[in-house]
């Protein structure tokens, strides 16, 4: 998983210092930045000191100094805490490292936004009282954020509506699903709007209860086949008319 990636899923930024001995200890720093605000106003530093992969000793801006969580680790953050110089280092990093660094990679994915692919399709056709079924789905979009709503005739429809979360693809791209249970009436108009960063404008995509996808499929393949057929047929009458009419007729 890329670096980049990974600070989209969870806002967290992350650089390590590995320091590895020749016995296969395992010493290293992280540093976190977390945070889920585009104003970056709930910011947290947090450095972490780890030992074979247990945690010694960490500072987290939110608490303001060092805390040790072994016995080795409390030693280093009585130590830390006393020395001004790295306390003031670490008391600066939520804005010198953590806010500076995710304004600049936020700057390089945010404006990436890309378009979602709108589709309206039927799951159940209305059948005696049992009511219809629609779903819009919108697939390959980035950034996650998406809003996907109904409309019967301009007016939002709040009841019957069943979205799931947008899903991750895996490859930074999401898809997002919503089902609509309603009863069809003559001359109404349903849409499904989709709210999304790439488009300045809603993406509206408007339901025609005349002839579901399924059925202009089966019209779509039916009439290749007929026209097939007829084609196959035009080819083997001009193959018989040729034959026959180079063929001598001899008389009995
Ligand atoms: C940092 O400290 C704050 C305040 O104690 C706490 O709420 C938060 O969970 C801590 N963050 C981490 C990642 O430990």
Redo the contacts with the bound molecule.
Sequence with gaps: MSVRKFLIFHPILMLSAFIGTADGYYEYMKH?C?YSTSDYSDM?Y?LSKSFNKVVDV?F?S??GKCVGYTEEGVKYAENWNKDQAIMQQYKAAVDRFCRYNAQIIDSNVRDKAVKPEVTLSSVKQAEGNHPAVLMCSAYEFYPKKIKVSWLRDGKLMTSDVTSTMEMADGDWYYQIHSELEYTPKSGEKISCVVEHASSPQPIVKDWNPSMPDIERNKIAIGSSGLVLGIIIAAAGLIYYKKKSSGRILVPN
């Design positions: 976190e977390i947290v947090l960490q987290n939110s608490v």
